[in-house]
């Protein structure tokens, strides 16, 4: 099943957003769910994910970016603030998430879904 997005948009510098992936209640309890981005010409790299017991963060939204679970909408929530231009991508919910130890770039497992992403502008 796809993940649903929701949230996104326009803002201006230092501005905030907020992001919501909602999911199937299976997916909820057993995957770790997280959001990657993807910039004009860059490639696709994750931002942060969450599982029953753990939170990830890249480290260019570590203190800025929070990312947390509603447990009644089963929904993957992260809130983005001091948005700045170089955040400007297309964002994407993400199950089976994998952050390897090794400090490698994170990658989606045999069980990953993609949701169709939703666009942030950062702009003044």
């Known amino acids: 099943v796809q993940p649903e997005e929701s949230g996104g948009g326009f803002v201006q510098p230092g501005g905030s957003l907020t992001l919501s992936c909602q999911v199937s209640?299976?997916?909820?309890?057993?995957?770790?769910i997280g959001w990657f981005r993807q910039g004009p010409g860059k490639e696709r790299d994750g931002v942060a994910c969450i599982s029953s017991s753990s939170t990830h963060y890249d480290e260019s939204v570590k203190g800025r970016f929070s990312i947390s679970r509603d447990h009644v909408k089963k929904a993957i929530v992260l809130e983005m603030t001091n948005l700045q231009p170089n955040d400007t991508a297309t964002y994407y919910c993400?199950?089976?998430?994998?952050?390897?130890?090794?400090?490698?770039?994170?990658?989606?497992?045999?069980?990953?879904?993609w949701g169709r992403g939703t666009p942030v502008t950062v702009s003044s």
């Open positions: 209640e299976y997916t909820f309890r057993y995957f770790t």
């Open positions: 993400a199950t089976d998430v994998v952050v390897p130890i090794s400090g490698a770039r994170w990658f989606v497992g045999t069980q990953n879904s």
